[in-house]
């Protein structure tokens, strides 16, 4: 099973590379940061790859755990609330662009604590509702709940933090 001897063409820099090097190079591009199907895929397309040898790659790389569906999910969406302060539904639709089950991200969702996901809706409901001068009453109200819902919050849960004040 072994597609070695070939070489194949790099579209990004027109360069030749082995099977190996480009194994490598994916890889690398595995263990620098968890990748999605999706994302190992899409960096396949810059070599000039035949099915075989893709599918080999990947098997490789599912087999040798640099290449896992549920840690990158995970640790995407642990990213993506923890540092970037999206809500449920803006990573949801992120990952459904990558690609990922409905199932496996909902199983994934247990990564974010609800006491931690209710606090950060608060504070970011407490910081840009203060930032809101000059308007009325109902505007500061409705200008937060897009913000908020921009940045992926449940309405509901909006509601319940302005019903909290």
Not at 95 to 102: R, W
Not at 115 to 131: A, G, L, P, V
Request: overall charge positive; some cysteine; hydrophobic content about 35%.
């Amino acid at each position: 099973m072994g597609i070695c001897p070939f070489f194949f063409i790099s579209i990004m820099d027109k360069k030749s590379f082995t099977f190996d090097e480009i194994k490598l190079k994916l890889v690398n591009y595995c263990v620098y940061q968890d990748r999605c199907h999706a994302e190992v895929e899409q960096k396949m397309r810059e070599f000039l790859l035949i099915d075989e040898a893709k599918d080999e790659i990947i098997l490789y790389l599912l087999k040798e755990n640099y290449l896992n569906e549920e840690r990158f999910t995970r640790s995407y969406i642990r990213g993506k609330f923890y540092i970037k302060h999206w809500g449920r539904n803006k990573i949801k639709m992120h990952l459904k662009m990558k690609q990922i089950s409905e199932k496996l991200i909902s199983k994934c969702f247990d990564e974010i604590d609800e006491r931690d996901y209710d606090q950060m809706i608060r504070k970011i409901f407490e910081d840009y509702y203060s930032r809101q001068k000059g308007l009325q009453e109902y505007q500061k109200k409705s200008k937060t709940i897009k913000y908020l819902m921009s940045r992926g919050f449940e309405y509901e849960k909006i509601n319940d933090t302005f019903d909290e004040t």
